[in-house]
Protein backbone atom coordinates (compact mmCIF):
# COMPACT_ATOMS: atom_id res chain seq x y z
CA UNK A 1 0.00 0.00 0.00
CA UNK A 2 1.26 3.42 -1.06
CA UNK A 3 2.77 5.35 1.70
CA UNK A 4 1.51 9.38 0.67
CA UNK A 5 3.87 10.89 2.99
CA UNK A 6 6.69 9.14 2.47
CA UNK A 7 6.92 10.68 -1.57
CA UNK A 8 6.94 14.39 -1.25
CA UNK A 9 5.88 14.73 -5.30
CA UNK A 10 2.83 12.58 -4.55
CA UNK A 11 2.64 15.20 -1.05
CA UNK A 12 2.22 17.78 -3.42
CA UNK A 13 0.08 16.54 -5.34
CA UNK A 14 -2.32 15.05 -2.82
CA UNK A 15 -2.32 18.44 -1.03
CA UNK A 16 -3.08 19.92 -3.99
CA UNK A 17 -6.20 17.58 -4.74
CA UNK A 18 -7.34 18.82 -1.30
CA UNK A 19 -7.66 22.35 -2.68
CA UNK A 20 -9.72 20.61 -5.31
CA UNK A 21 -12.35 19.25 -3.20
CA UNK A 22 -12.58 22.47 -1.17
CA UNK A 23 -13.49 24.38 -4.29
CA UNK A 24 -15.64 21.96 -5.49
CA UNK A 25 -17.52 21.33 -2.38
CA UNK A 26 -17.35 25.80 -1.65
CA UNK A 27 -19.24 25.55 -5.35
CA UNK A 28 -21.97 23.31 -4.09
CA UNK A 29 -22.09 24.07 -0.76
CA UNK A 30 -21.70 28.00 -0.89
CA UNK A 31 -21.99 28.00 2.99
CA UNK A 32 -18.31 25.30 3.83
CA UNK A 33 -16.13 26.75 5.63
CA UNK A 34 -12.98 24.71 5.77
CA UNK A 35 -10.75 23.74 8.59
CA UNK A 36 -7.51 21.98 7.29
CA UNK A 37 -6.96 19.62 4.59
CA UNK A 38 -3.54 18.18 5.12
CA UNK A 39 -1.67 14.64 3.47
CA UNK A 40 -1.96 11.55 5.56
CA UNK A 41 -0.28 8.37 4.54
CA UNK A 42 -3.35 6.89 3.14
CA UNK A 43 -3.48 10.11 0.77
CA UNK A 44 -5.90 13.01 2.06
CA UNK A 45 -8.34 14.68 3.90
CA UNK A 46 -10.19 18.35 4.30
CA UNK A 47 -11.97 19.02 7.78
CA UNK A 48 -15.62 21.09 6.08
CA UNK A 49 -18.42 22.81 7.93
CA UNK A 50 -21.28 23.18 6.32
CA UNK A 51 -23.64 23.82 8.71
CA UNK A 52 -26.97 21.89 8.97
CA UNK A 53 -25.84 19.85 6.10
CA UNK A 54 -24.13 16.49 6.21
CA UNK A 55 -22.15 14.65 3.53
CA UNK A 56 -23.87 11.17 3.01
CA UNK A 57 -22.89 8.44 0.42
CA UNK A 58 -24.90 9.29 -2.19
CA UNK A 59 -23.41 12.90 -2.59
CA UNK A 60 -20.16 11.93 -2.94
CA UNK A 61 -20.45 11.12 -6.52
CA UNK A 62 -21.56 14.91 -7.22
CA UNK A 63 -18.86 16.12 -5.41
CA UNK A 64 -16.20 13.93 -7.49
CA UNK A 65 -18.33 15.67 -10.87
CA UNK A 66 -17.80 18.90 -9.59
CA UNK A 67 -14.12 18.40 -8.82
CA UNK A 68 -13.58 16.61 -12.06
CA UNK A 69 -15.35 20.35 -13.69
CA UNK A 70 -12.33 22.19 -11.53
CA UNK A 71 -9.40 19.84 -12.74
CA UNK A 72 -10.78 20.60 -16.37
CA UNK A 73 -11.27 24.23 -16.16
CA UNK A 74 -6.92 24.09 -16.18
CA UNK A 75 -7.15 26.76 -13.71
CA UNK A 76 -3.50 27.79 -12.60
CA UNK A 77 -2.85 27.45 -9.12
CA UNK A 78 -1.36 30.90 -7.91
CA UNK A 79 1.33 31.11 -4.49
CA UNK A 80 0.46 34.65 -2.56
CA UNK A 81 2.07 36.39 -0.05
CA UNK A 82 0.08 38.70 2.76
CA UNK A 83 0.61 40.26 6.23
CA UNK A 84 -0.86 38.63 9.74
CA UNK A 85 -3.57 41.65 8.59
CA UNK A 86 -4.37 41.13 5.43
CA UNK A 87 -4.57 37.92 6.17
CA UNK A 88 -7.44 38.66 8.83
CA UNK A 89 -8.98 40.85 6.34
CA UNK A 90 -9.19 38.21 3.75
CA UNK A 91 -10.81 35.47 5.82
CA UNK A 92 -12.92 37.20 8.24
CA UNK A 93 -16.33 35.34 7.38
CA UNK A 94 -14.56 32.09 8.40
CA UNK A 95 -13.82 31.50 11.92
CA UNK A 96 -11.75 28.31 10.97
CA UNK A 97 -9.68 30.24 8.52
CA UNK A 98 -9.04 32.63 11.73
CA UNK A 99 -8.19 30.10 14.48
CA UNK A 100 -5.33 29.28 12.13
CA UNK A 101 -4.46 32.65 11.39
CA UNK A 102 -4.02 33.77 14.71
CA UNK A 103 -1.91 31.04 15.86
CA UNK A 104 0.67 31.96 13.81
CA UNK A 105 3.63 33.98 13.94
CA UNK A 106 3.62 37.95 12.42
CA UNK A 107 4.98 38.09 8.99
CA UNK A 108 4.54 36.63 5.55
CA UNK A 109 1.36 34.60 5.78
CA UNK A 110 0.69 32.60 2.21
CA UNK A 111 -2.49 31.73 0.17
CA UNK A 112 -3.07 30.00 -2.91
CA UNK A 113 -5.48 31.31 -5.45
CA UNK A 114 -7.02 28.81 -7.80
CA UNK A 115 -10.17 30.79 -10.22
CA UNK A 116 -12.57 31.88 -7.42
CA UNK A 117 -11.27 29.89 -4.91
CA UNK A 118 -8.84 31.15 -2.54
CA UNK A 119 -7.11 29.01 0.39
CA UNK A 120 -4.79 29.50 3.23
CA UNK A 121 -1.72 27.38 3.22
CA UNK A 122 2.14 26.98 3.49
CA UNK A 123 2.21 24.44 -0.06
CA UNK A 124 3.73 23.63 -2.30
CA UNK A 125 1.43 22.84 -4.22
CA UNK A 126 1.44 21.65 -8.16
CA UNK A 127 1.47 24.66 -10.90
CA UNK A 128 -2.37 23.66 -12.21
CA UNK A 129 -5.58 22.24 -11.37
CA UNK A 130 -5.29 19.94 -13.98
CA UNK A 131 -2.70 18.23 -12.87
CA UNK A 132 -4.96 16.72 -9.67
CA UNK A 133 -7.38 14.97 -12.68
CA UNK A 134 -6.72 11.23 -11.31
CA UNK A 135 -8.54 11.39 -7.80
CA UNK A 136 -10.84 9.33 -6.39
CA UNK A 137 -13.08 10.08 -2.69
CA UNK A 138 -13.07 6.42 -0.79
CA UNK A 139 -14.65 7.31 2.37
CA UNK A 140 -16.08 9.84 4.74
CA UNK A 141 -17.00 10.40 8.52
CA UNK A 142 -18.03 12.93 11.15
CA UNK A 143 -15.33 14.45 13.61
CA UNK A 144 -14.72 16.85 16.16
CA UNK A 145 -13.25 20.20 15.47
CA UNK A 146 -9.51 19.80 17.07
CA UNK A 147 -10.38 16.27 17.89
CA UNK A 148 -12.13 17.58 21.12
CA UNK A 149 -15.78 15.97 21.77
CA UNK A 150 -16.64 19.32 23.43
CA UNK A 151 -16.06 21.10 19.81
CA UNK A 152 -18.51 21.41 16.78
CA UNK A 153 -18.61 17.85 14.22
CA UNK A 154 -17.11 18.58 11.17
CA UNK A 155 -17.52 16.44 7.90
CA UNK A 156 -14.40 14.98 6.73
CA UNK A 157 -14.00 13.84 3.08
CA UNK A 158 -10.79 11.65 2.42
CA UNK A 159 -9.31 11.37 -1.58
CA UNK A 160 -6.54 9.93 -3.21
CA UNK A 161 -4.74 11.55 -6.25
CA UNK A 162 -2.04 10.32 -8.68
CA UNK A 163 -0.13 11.42 -11.42
CA UNK A 164 -1.17 8.67 -14.07
CA UNK A 165 -4.81 6.74 -14.38
CA UNK A 166 -2.83 3.38 -13.91
CA UNK A 167 -1.32 3.98 -10.93
CA UNK A 168 -4.79 4.92 -9.11
CA UNK A 169 -6.39 2.19 -10.77
CA UNK A 170 -3.67 0.06 -8.95
CA UNK A 171 -4.12 1.65 -5.68
CA UNK A 172 -8.31 1.68 -5.90
CA UNK A 173 -7.47 -1.95 -6.39
CA UNK A 174 -5.51 -1.99 -3.45
CA UNK A 175 -8.21 -0.77 -1.62
CA UNK A 176 -9.91 -3.43 -2.55
CA UNK A 177 -8.60 -5.78 -1.59
CA UNK A 178 -7.94 -4.02 2.04
CA UNK A 179 -11.80 -4.22 2.00
CA UNK A 180 -11.85 -8.22 1.56
CA UNK A 181 -9.27 -8.69 3.81
CA UNK A 182 -10.42 -6.06 6.70
CA UNK A 183 -10.47 -8.34 10.28
CA UNK A 184 -14.04 -6.16 11.18
CA UNK A 185 -15.82 -7.78 7.63
CA UNK A 186 -14.69 -10.85 7.99
CA UNK A 187 -15.20 -10.89 11.53
CA UNK A 188 -18.98 -10.10 10.83
CA UNK A 189 -19.32 -12.52 8.07
CA UNK A 190 -18.00 -15.48 10.06
CA UNK A 191 -20.11 -14.05 13.79
CA UNK A 192 -16.62 -14.20 15.60
CA UNK A 193 -17.35 -10.71 17.32
CA UNK A 194 -19.40 -7.42 17.59
CA UNK A 195 -18.93 -4.02 19.06
CA UNK A 196 -21.82 -2.13 20.46
CA UNK A 197 -21.61 1.85 21.52
CA UNK A 198 -24.18 0.95 24.33
CA UNK A 199 -21.01 -1.51 25.82
CA UNK A 200 -18.62 1.06 24.93
CA UNK A 201 -16.60 1.89 22.20
CA UNK A 202 -13.37 0.16 22.14
CA UNK A 203 -14.88 -2.83 23.93
CA UNK A 204 -15.26 -5.71 21.74
CA UNK A 205 -17.33 -8.71 22.65
CA UNK A 206 -16.47 -12.05 21.61
CA UNK A 207 -18.82 -14.60 20.05
CA UNK A 208 -18.87 -18.27 20.39
CA UNK A 209 -17.17 -19.13 17.34
CA UNK A 210 -15.10 -16.17 17.77
CA UNK A 211 -14.22 -17.16 21.10
CA UNK A 212 -13.57 -20.35 20.11
CA UNK A 213 -10.67 -19.11 17.91
CA UNK A 214 -9.49 -17.29 20.94
CA UNK A 215 -8.83 -20.47 23.39
CA UNK A 216 -7.04 -22.28 20.72
CA UNK A 217 -4.75 -19.58 20.14
CA UNK A 218 -4.61 -19.51 24.37
CA UNK A 219 -4.25 -23.33 24.39
CA UNK A 220 -1.32 -23.07 21.58
CA UNK A 221 0.46 -20.67 23.35
CA UNK A 222 0.09 -21.94 26.54
CA UNK A 223 1.14 -25.56 25.68
CA UNK A 224 4.63 -23.90 24.36
CA UNK A 225 5.29 -22.05 27.18
CA UNK A 226 4.40 -25.16 29.94
CA UNK A 227 7.62 -26.91 27.64
CA UNK A 228 9.73 -23.95 28.37
CA UNK A 229 8.81 -24.01 31.96
CA UNK A 230 6.71 -21.29 32.28
CA UNK A 231 4.20 -21.10 35.05
CA UNK A 232 1.11 -19.82 34.57
CA UNK A 233 -1.09 -17.49 36.85
CA UNK A 234 -4.15 -15.46 37.34
CA UNK A 235 -4.36 -11.68 38.56
CA UNK A 236 -6.95 -9.30 39.21
CA UNK A 237 -7.79 -6.54 36.43
CA UNK A 238 -7.55 -3.46 38.87
CA UNK A 239 -5.12 -2.62 41.03
CA UNK A 240 -4.44 0.46 43.53
CA UNK A 241 -3.54 3.24 42.41
CA UNK A 242 -0.43 3.04 44.45
CA UNK A 243 0.73 -0.22 42.79
CA UNK A 244 1.43 2.24 39.50
CA UNK A 245 2.82 4.44 41.77
CA UNK A 246 5.33 2.06 43.16
CA UNK A 247 5.72 0.62 39.33
CA UNK A 248 6.07 4.25 37.80
CA UNK A 249 3.41 3.67 35.72
CA UNK A 250 1.19 6.30 37.45
CA UNK A 251 3.65 8.80 36.43
CA UNK A 252 4.49 7.96 32.74
CA UNK A 253 1.64 6.06 31.57
CA UNK A 254 -1.42 7.96 33.84
CA UNK A 255 -2.59 9.96 30.69
CA UNK A 256 -3.48 6.48 28.59
CA UNK A 257 -5.18 4.70 32.02
CA UNK A 258 -8.79 4.42 32.93
CA UNK A 259 -9.83 7.34 35.68
CA UNK A 260 -9.38 5.85 38.89
CA UNK A 261 -12.23 4.75 41.54
CA UNK A 262 -12.56 5.46 44.91
CA UNK A 263 -13.83 3.14 46.78
CA UNK A 264 -13.53 2.86 50.82
CA UNK A 265 -10.53 4.94 50.96
CA UNK A 266 -8.89 3.58 48.47
CA UNK A 267 -8.33 4.56 44.90
CA UNK A 268 -8.16 1.80 42.14
CA UNK A 269 -7.52 1.57 38.78
CA UNK A 270 -8.05 -1.22 35.60
CA UNK A 271 -4.52 -2.27 34.59
CA UNK A 272 -3.34 -1.08 32.14
CA UNK A 273 -0.67 -3.84 32.05
CA UNK A 274 0.54 -6.69 34.09
CA UNK A 275 3.76 -6.18 35.37
CA UNK A 276 3.31 -4.91 38.51
CA UNK A 277 1.10 -7.46 39.53
CA UNK A 278 3.57 -10.23 38.27
CA UNK A 279 6.20 -8.23 40.23
CA UNK A 280 3.90 -9.07 43.47
CA UNK A 281 3.74 -12.54 43.10
CA UNK A 282 7.47 -12.63 42.68
CA UNK A 283 7.95 -10.64 46.10
CA UNK A 284 5.39 -13.27 48.28
CA UNK A 285 8.33 -14.94 49.07
CA UNK A 286 11.97 -14.96 49.49
CA UNK A 287 14.19 -16.29 46.58
CA UNK A 288 17.69 -18.17 45.88
CA UNK A 289 19.92 -17.81 42.72
CA UNK A 290 18.96 -21.71 42.38
CA UNK A 291 15.53 -20.72 41.56
CA UNK A 292 15.97 -18.08 38.87
CA UNK A 293 15.17 -18.25 36.08
CA UNK A 294 11.17 -18.07 37.20
CA UNK A 295 9.13 -17.35 34.12
CA UNK A 296 5.28 -16.32 35.27
CA UNK A 297 3.03 -16.06 32.30
CA UNK A 298 -0.69 -15.44 31.96
CA UNK A 299 -3.40 -14.53 29.60
CA UNK A 300 -4.25 -11.31 31.11
CA UNK A 301 -6.89 -8.80 30.28
CA UNK A 302 -5.85 -4.72 29.93
CA UNK A 303 -7.63 -2.08 29.69
CA UNK A 304 -6.41 0.95 27.89
CA UNK A 305 -8.24 4.34 27.04
CA UNK A 306 -7.07 4.70 23.49
CA UNK A 307 -8.57 7.38 21.64
CA UNK A 308 -11.17 6.75 19.56
CA UNK A 309 -10.42 7.76 16.10
CA UNK A 310 -7.45 4.84 16.72
CA UNK A 311 -9.46 2.26 17.57
CA UNK A 312 -10.23 -0.32 15.17
CA UNK A 313 -12.07 -3.42 16.11
CA UNK A 314 -9.92 -6.36 17.50
CA UNK A 315 -6.45 -4.87 16.37
CA UNK A 316 -6.60 -2.10 18.64
CA UNK A 317 -9.39 -1.99 21.39
CA UNK A 318 -9.65 -0.34 25.19
CA UNK A 319 -9.85 -3.96 26.70
CA UNK A 320 -7.86 -6.52 25.05
CA UNK A 321 -6.36 -10.20 26.33
CA UNK A 322 -2.00 -10.07 26.45
CA UNK A 323 0.07 -13.49 25.88
CA UNK A 324 2.43 -11.75 28.92
CA UNK A 325 5.28 -12.85 30.65
CA UNK A 326 7.58 -12.08 33.32
CA UNK A 327 10.99 -13.75 33.45
CA UNK A 328 13.06 -13.31 36.85
CA UNK A 329 16.91 -13.73 35.88
CA UNK A 330 20.48 -12.94 37.11
CA UNK A 331 22.70 -10.96 35.35
CA UNK A 332 24.43 -14.24 33.99
CA UNK A 333 21.03 -15.65 32.30
CA UNK A 334 19.96 -12.53 30.26
CA UNK A 335 21.63 -14.08 27.36
CA UNK A 336 20.34 -17.11 27.55
CA UNK A 337 16.73 -16.40 28.66
CA UNK A 338 16.81 -13.65 25.66
CA UNK A 339 17.63 -15.58 23.23
CA UNK A 340 15.01 -18.14 24.39
CA UNK A 341 12.58 -15.88 24.07
CA UNK A 342 13.50 -14.94 20.63
CA UNK A 343 13.73 -18.94 19.30
CA UNK A 344 10.08 -18.53 20.40
CA UNK A 345 9.29 -15.97 18.61
CA UNK A 346 10.96 -17.36 15.60
CA UNK A 347 9.16 -20.72 16.44
CA UNK A 348 5.52 -19.20 16.64
CA UNK A 349 5.97 -17.35 13.25
CA UNK A 350 7.27 -20.53 11.32
CA UNK A 351 4.01 -22.07 12.58
CA UNK A 352 2.20 -19.29 11.07
CA UNK A 353 3.77 -18.92 8.67
CA UNK A 354 4.77 -15.57 9.12
CA UNK A 355 7.63 -14.64 6.93
CA UNK A 356 7.39 -10.47 6.36
CA UNK A 357 9.11 -8.68 9.49
CA UNK A 358 11.45 -6.80 10.86
CA UNK A 359 13.47 -6.57 14.23
CA UNK A 360 13.43 -3.37 16.02
CA UNK A 361 15.96 -2.27 19.20
CA UNK A 362 13.59 0.26 20.58
CA UNK A 363 15.51 2.86 22.85
CA UNK A 364 15.06 5.49 25.14
CA UNK A 365 15.74 9.15 23.44
CA UNK A 366 17.83 10.34 26.86
CA UNK A 367 16.80 14.31 25.79
CA UNK A 368 13.65 12.93 26.82
CA UNK A 369 13.50 13.47 30.54
CA UNK A 370 9.76 13.02 30.97
CA UNK A 371 8.86 9.89 29.55
CA UNK A 372 11.99 7.70 30.69
CA UNK A 373 13.37 6.55 33.77
CA UNK A 374 16.31 9.05 34.77
CA UNK A 375 19.39 6.29 35.00
CA UNK A 376 22.11 6.70 32.46
CA UNK A 377 23.76 3.64 33.70
CA UNK A 378 21.09 1.42 34.01
CA UNK A 379 19.93 2.69 30.51
CA UNK A 380 23.69 2.04 28.89
CA UNK A 381 23.75 -1.57 30.45
CA UNK A 382 20.53 -2.75 29.20
CA UNK A 383 20.52 -1.10 25.96
CA UNK A 384 24.28 -2.61 25.43
CA UNK A 385 23.13 -6.25 26.48
CA UNK A 386 20.38 -6.21 24.06
CA UNK A 387 22.63 -5.04 21.53
CA UNK A 388 25.20 -7.82 22.26
CA UNK A 389 22.59 -10.54 22.75
CA UNK A 390 21.59 -9.54 18.99
CA UNK A 391 24.66 -9.48 17.87
CA UNK A 392 25.79 -12.74 18.78
CA UNK A 393 22.50 -14.32 18.10
CA UNK A 394 23.29 -12.79 14.46
CA UNK A 395 19.40 -11.30 14.12
CA UNK A 396 19.84 -8.26 11.58
CA UNK A 397 17.96 -5.70 13.45
CA UNK A 398 17.39 -1.36 13.54
CA UNK A 399 17.61 0.78 16.16
CA UNK A 400 14.92 3.21 16.76
CA UNK A 401 15.37 5.97 19.14
CA UNK A 402 12.45 6.91 21.72
CA UNK A 403 10.76 3.91 20.89
CA UNK A 404 11.40 2.37 24.69
CA UNK A 405 9.38 1.64 27.32
CA UNK A 406 9.80 3.97 29.97
CA UNK A 407 11.37 1.48 32.02
CA UNK A 408 13.96 -0.42 29.72
CA UNK A 409 14.69 -1.09 26.45
CA UNK A 410 12.88 -3.48 23.92
CA UNK A 411 13.21 -5.71 20.81
CA UNK A 412 10.06 -5.08 18.90
CA UNK A 413 9.00 -7.59 16.03
CA UNK A 414 7.12 -5.52 13.57
CA UNK A 415 5.00 -7.29 10.92
CA UNK A 416 4.65 -6.18 7.85
CA UNK A 417 0.43 -7.41 7.10
CA UNK A 418 -0.92 -7.79 3.80
CA UNK A 419 -2.49 -4.64 3.53
CA UNK A 420 -1.70 -1.57 6.12
CA UNK A 421 1.25 -0.05 7.79
CA UNK A 422 3.55 -2.43 9.56
CA UNK A 423 2.96 -2.75 13.83
CA UNK A 424 4.67 -4.62 16.43
CA UNK A 425 2.93 -8.03 16.91
CA UNK A 426 5.76 -9.31 19.65
CA UNK A 427 8.30 -7.84 21.70
CA UNK A 428 10.49 -8.24 24.65
CA UNK A 429 11.62 -5.68 27.16
CA UNK A 430 14.75 -6.05 29.46
CA UNK A 431 14.04 -4.39 32.71
CA UNK A 432 16.59 -2.98 35.42
CA UNK A 433 14.28 -0.88 36.95
CA UNK A 434 10.92 -2.02 38.16
CA UNK A 435 12.55 -4.98 40.34
CA UNK A 436 14.71 -2.47 42.02
CA UNK A 437 11.60 -0.03 42.70
CA UNK A 438 9.54 -3.20 44.27
CA UNK A 439 12.57 -3.93 46.08
CA UNK A 440 12.44 -7.90 44.54
CA UNK A 441 15.26 -9.95 45.45
CA UNK A 442 17.14 -13.31 45.41
CA UNK A 443 19.94 -14.52 47.58
CA UNK A 444 23.38 -15.62 45.24
CA UNK A 445 25.45 -18.49 46.01
CA UNK A 446 27.85 -16.52 48.44
CA UNK A 447 24.76 -15.21 50.33
CA UNK A 448 24.82 -12.14 49.39
CA UNK A 449 21.18 -10.43 48.71
CA UNK A 450 21.01 -9.55 44.92
CA UNK A 451 18.22 -7.51 42.54
CA UNK A 452 16.84 -9.75 39.87
CA UNK A 453 16.53 -8.53 36.17
CA UNK A 454 13.34 -9.13 34.44
CA UNK A 455 12.44 -9.42 30.96
CA UNK A 456 8.89 -8.80 29.70
CA UNK A 457 8.07 -10.56 27.13
CA UNK A 458 4.75 -11.24 24.56
CA UNK A 459 4.92 -13.92 21.71
CA UNK A 460 1.25 -13.74 20.10
CA UNK A 461 1.63 -9.84 21.87
CA UNK A 462 -2.61 -9.80 22.50
CA UNK A 463 -4.51 -12.64 21.65
CA UNK A 464 -7.02 -10.15 20.11
CA UNK A 465 -5.11 -8.10 17.75
CA UNK A 466 -2.87 -11.33 16.78
CA UNK A 467 -6.31 -13.00 15.59
CA UNK A 468 -6.80 -10.07 13.57
CA UNK A 469 -3.48 -9.86 11.94
CA UNK A 470 -4.03 -14.04 10.94
CA UNK A 471 -7.94 -13.26 9.85
CA UNK A 472 -6.45 -10.44 7.60
CA UNK A 473 -3.38 -12.84 6.43
CA UNK A 474 -5.53 -15.77 5.44
CA UNK A 475 -8.90 -13.71 4.42
CA UNK A 476 -10.89 -15.69 7.14
CA UNK A 477 -9.54 -18.91 5.67
CA UNK A 478 -8.43 -20.19 8.87
CA UNK A 479 -6.45 -23.63 8.80
CA UNK A 480 -8.33 -26.45 9.84
CA UNK A 481 -7.09 -26.51 13.98
CA UNK A 482 -8.02 -22.95 14.45
CA UNK A 483 -11.40 -22.77 12.20
CA UNK A 484 -14.57 -22.16 14.47
CA UNK A 485 -16.79 -24.99 12.79
CA UNK A 486 -14.43 -27.31 11.32
CA UNK A 487 -17.06 -29.52 9.31
CA UNK A 488 -20.45 -28.95 8.25
CA UNK A 489 -22.64 -31.79 7.24
CA UNK A 490 -25.41 -31.18 4.72
CA UNK A 491 -27.63 -34.00 4.00
CA UNK A 492 -28.92 -33.35 0.17
CA UNK A 493 -32.59 -33.84 1.01
CA UNK A 494 -33.42 -32.39 4.68
CA UNK A 495 -36.85 -33.96 4.79
CA UNK A 496 -35.42 -37.65 4.19
CA UNK A 497 -35.80 -39.28 7.90
CA UNK A 498 -33.34 -42.16 7.32
CA UNK A 499 -30.75 -39.58 5.65
CA UNK A 500 -31.26 -37.19 8.65
CA UNK A 501 -30.75 -39.95 11.24
CA UNK A 502 -27.31 -41.08 8.90
CA UNK A 503 -26.20 -37.13 8.99
CA UNK A 504 -26.92 -37.53 12.85
CA UNK A 505 -24.29 -40.62 12.90
CA UNK A 506 -21.62 -38.84 11.32
CA UNK A 507 -21.96 -36.33 13.27
CA UNK A 508 -22.05 -37.72 16.30
CA UNK A 509 -19.00 -39.98 15.27
CA UNK A 510 -17.08 -36.15 14.36
CA UNK A 511 -18.30 -34.81 18.22
CA UNK A 512 -17.05 -37.98 19.65
CA UNK A 513 -13.26 -37.11 18.79
CA UNK A 514 -13.64 -33.27 19.21
CA UNK A 515 -13.86 -32.02 16.04
CA UNK A 516 -16.04 -28.57 15.79
CA UNK A 517 -19.16 -29.96 13.64
CA UNK A 518 -22.33 -28.59 12.93
CA UNK A 519 -25.19 -30.27 10.90
CA UNK A 520 -27.47 -28.08 9.06
CA UNK A 521 -30.64 -29.68 8.24
CA UNK A 522 -32.35 -26.84 7.34
CA UNK A 523 -35.16 -26.59 4.94
CA UNK A 524 -33.30 -24.59 2.45
CA UNK A 525 -31.80 -25.57 -0.83
CA UNK A 526 -28.43 -27.75 -0.86
CA UNK A 527 -27.11 -24.80 -2.64
CA UNK A 528 -27.95 -22.01 -0.84
CA UNK A 529 -26.58 -24.06 2.63
CA UNK A 530 -23.60 -24.92 0.85
CA UNK A 531 -23.01 -21.08 -0.31
CA UNK A 532 -23.51 -20.31 3.86
CA UNK A 533 -20.89 -22.52 4.36
CA UNK A 534 -18.53 -21.05 2.52
CA UNK A 535 -19.28 -17.64 3.03
CA UNK A 536 -18.49 -18.59 6.78
CA UNK A 537 -15.09 -20.25 5.42
CA UNK A 538 -15.60 -23.86 6.73
CA UNK A 539 -13.04 -25.56 5.78
CA UNK A 540 -14.57 -29.38 4.91
CA UNK A 541 -18.51 -29.12 3.74
CA UNK A 542 -19.86 -32.98 3.99
CA UNK A 543 -22.48 -33.64 1.30
CA UNK A 544 -24.80 -36.50 2.20
CA UNK A 545 -27.09 -38.17 0.07
CA UNK A 546 -28.15 -41.76 -0.44
CA UNK A 547 -25.07 -43.22 -1.60
CA UNK A 548 -22.85 -42.15 1.05
CA UNK A 549 -25.68 -43.46 3.51
CA UNK A 550 -26.09 -46.97 1.75
CA UNK A 551 -22.08 -47.37 1.70
CA UNK A 552 -21.01 -45.53 5.35
CA UNK A 553 -19.05 -43.15 3.44
CA UNK A 554 -18.81 -38.98 2.89
CA UNK A 555 -18.13 -36.92 0.41
CA UNK A 556 -16.49 -33.94 1.23
CA UNK A 557 -15.64 -30.50 -0.61
CA UNK A 558 -12.85 -28.52 0.85
CA UNK A 559 -13.07 -24.43 1.15
CA UNK A 560 -12.21 -22.56 -2.02
CA UNK A 561 -12.41 -25.81 -3.84
CA UNK A 562 -15.14 -26.91 -6.61
CA UNK A 563 -14.03 -30.77 -6.84
CA UNK A 564 -15.38 -33.22 -3.85
CA UNK A 565 -14.00 -36.40 -2.66
CA UNK A 566 -15.74 -39.25 -1.11
CA UNK A 567 -14.31 -41.88 1.54
CA UNK A 568 -15.12 -44.14 4.79
CA UNK A 569 -16.00 -42.13 7.78
CA UNK A 570 -13.17 -43.62 9.19
CA UNK A 571 -10.80 -42.60 6.65
CA UNK A 572 -12.28 -38.76 7.05
CA UNK A 573 -12.28 -38.88 10.81
CA UNK A 574 -8.34 -40.17 10.50
CA UNK A 575 -7.15 -37.86 7.90
CA UNK A 576 -8.76 -34.41 10.44
CA UNK A 577 -7.34 -35.71 13.61
CA UNK A 578 -4.00 -35.90 11.84
CA UNK A 579 -4.13 -32.67 10.05
CA UNK A 580 -5.49 -31.04 13.25
CA UNK A 581 -2.91 -32.37 15.70
CA UNK A 582 -0.09 -31.16 12.98
CA UNK A 583 -1.86 -28.14 13.68
CA UNK A 584 -0.78 -27.60 9.78
CA UNK A 585 -1.38 -23.95 8.99
CA UNK A 586 -1.24 -24.20 5.26
Not at 83 to 109: H, M, R, V
Not at 133 to 144: A, L, M, P, T
Not at 382 to 409: C, H, K, Q, S, W
Request: one cysteine or more.
Amino acid sequence: MVNFKEDENLQTLNHSCAHVLAQAVKHLYPQAKFWVGPVVAEGFYYDIDLGEEVIHEEDLAKIEKEMKKVCKSGKKIIRREISKAEALEEFKDDPYKLDLIQNLDDGEITVYDQGDFTDLCRGPHVDNVKLCRYFKIVKHSGVYWKGDSKNKVLQRIYGVCFPTPEELEAHLQLLEEAKERDHRKIGKDMQLFMVDDLVGRGLPMFLPKGYTVWQELENYIKAKERKLGYLHVMTPCVGTVNLYKTSGHWDHYKENMFPAMEMEGESFVLRPMNCPHHMMIYANRMHSYKDLPIRIGEIAHDFRFEASGTLKGIERGRHFCQNDAHLFVTPEQIKEEFSQVVNLIFDVYKDFNITDYRCVLSLRDPEDTEKYHQDDEMWNNAENALRDVMNDLGIPYTEEIGEAAFYGPKLDVNVKPAVGNEYTLSTCQLDFCLPAKFDLSYIDKDSNKKTPVVLHRAILGSLDRFMAYILEETKGNLPLWLAPTQVKVLPVKNDDAELFAYAEKVTKALEDVDVRVELDARSEKLGYRMREGQMQKVPYLLVLGNNEKNENTVTYRLHGQKETTTVTVDAFISMLQEAIADKRFV
